[in-house]
């Protein structure tokens, strides 16, 4: 089965249900990421050690029996314009290309409080 392929709901079902790990999950999606980055240029930044890092964090919570919201553990890209603290965000813009947020954006952050598992920022046109 290809976990990457998979909506966000079920691959929810399939953690909770201990059927697949957050760290399966994400190596899924990196191992595609890996196969066609190359050619599609889809992100400006990969995050690769921090996500497995929150995969990581997510499995310890599941096997320890805690409830986890329907986007935990659940791999996802944030568009470049989202501020992400410690990570660049340069907007698409050459302006920009050595920014570092400082702050994580209020949408960013609720994503975070929940642990989903950020793989990367999305590229996109110059200041969206």
């Given at each position: 089965?290809?976990l990457c392929?998979?909506?966000?709901?079920?691959?929810?079902d399939?953690?909770?249900k201990?059927?697949?790990?957050?760290?399966?999950?994400?190596?899924?999606?990196?191992?595609?990421?890996?196969?066609?980055e190359?050619?599609?240029?889809?992100y400006?930044?990969?995050?690769?050690?921090?996500?497995f890092?929150?995969?990581e964090?997510?499995d310890?919570?599941?096997a320890?029996?805690?409830?986890?919201?329907?986007?935990?553990?659940?791999p996802?890209?944030?568009k470049?314009?989202?501020?992400?603290?410690g990570?660049l965000?340069?907007?698409?813009?050459?302006?920009?290309?050595?920014?570092?947020?400082?702050?994580?954006?209020?949408?960013?952050?609720?994503?975070k409080?929940?642990?989903?598992?950020?793989?990367?920022?999305a590229?996109?046109?110059?200041?969206?």
């Amino acid at each position: 089965m290809d976990l990457c392929h998979l909506t966000a709901h079920e691959l929810h079902d399939m953690l909770i249900k201990r059927k697949v790990s957050s760290t399966e999950i994400t190596k899924s999606v990196f191992d595609q990421i890996d196969k066609v980055e190359g050619i599609i240029h889809s992100y400006i930044t990969i995050t690769r050690e921090e996500a497995f890092a929150t995969a990581e964090k997510v499995d310890k919570k599941i096997a320890s029996g805690e409830n986890i919201s329907p986007l935990t553990g659940i791999p996802m890209a944030i568009k470049d314009v989202m501020c992400t603290k410690g990570v660049l965000t340069s907007c698409g813009s050459k302006i920009l290309s050595n920014h570092i947020a400082v702050y994580d954006a209020t949408a960013v952050r609720k994503l975070k409080d929940v642990d989903i598992v950020m793989v990367g920022k999305a590229n996109m046109d110059e200041f969206a």
